[in-house]
T-cell receptor, first 112, second 113 residues
């Protein structure tokens, strides 16, 4: 079983829709949670960073962490065609060395 | 502030050859991590260097190696290339403390023929 599970999609939505992207994990030591966006043939860029449980909002993006369920989510409101990309969840722990584990990435298509 | 710079961006090598990829981290960042990204396996952690020392290593064969210099710049080397080594190799830098976010370069696209 992988430490981080993420549905690779693809996920196709119409412009303006609310998008929900999710990851589950097995390592209860994870405390730092991140979402990256990766456009085709580009490196991943950091979108959201959350420490421990709770919500964090940045513009149209909201990140949620539920440590009791080992479940994290990224919501995109009013989705735009420019949001079409692969979204990767990532997480790291305070122990076991400095290593960030990534999900497989979800491919998102927003149709105009 | 300049981002993470990787060179070369694209390269084609023949099976059996070796390749060296270079990474310049964000100024002030002391940790450099390397990842391999393929369509089938996603982002796989190769290794991480901090202050010239390898601090973490992923599950890759010994053909994959790296090093970090005193100015924090890093190189990774793959010897005896195999077709399956064709991938996007990403370098990421951070301050190096637990919980610090990592920032990626644009990657080096390696094709092995």
């Amino acid at each position: 079983q992988k430490e981080v599970e993420q549905d690779p999609g693809p996920l196709s939505v119409p412009e303006g829709a609310i998008v929900s992207l999710n990851c589950t994990y097995s390592n209860s030591a994870f405390q730092y949670f991140m979402w990256y966006r990766q456009y085709s043939r580009k490196g991943p860029e950091l979108l959201m960073y959350t420490y421990s449980s709770g919500n964090k909002e940045d513009g149209r993006f909201t990140a949620q962490v539920d440590k009791s369920s080992k479940y994290i989510s990224l919501f995109i409101r009013d989705s735009q065609p420019s949001d079409s990309a692969t979204y990767l969840c990532a997480m790291s722990a305070n122990t076991g060395g400095f290593k960030t584990i990534f999900g497989a990435g979800t491919r998102l298509f927003v149709k105009a | 502030k300049a981002g993470v710079t990787q060179t070369p961006r694209y390269l084609i090598k023949t099976r059996g050859q070796q390749v060296t990829l270079s990474c310049s981290p964000i100024s002030g960042h002391r940790s450099v991590s390397w990842y391999q990204q393929t369509p089938g396996q996603g982002l796989q952690f190769l290794f991480e260097y901090f202050s010239e020392t390898q601090r973490n290593k992923g599950n890759f064969p010994g053909r994959f190696s790296g090093r970090q210099f005193s100015n924090s710049r890093s190189e990774m080397n793959v010897s005896t290339l195999e077709l399956g080594d064709s991938a996007l190799y990403l370098c990421a830098s951070s301050l190096g403390e637990s919980g610090n976010t990592i920032y990626f370069g644009e990657g080096s696209w390696l094709t092995v023929v």
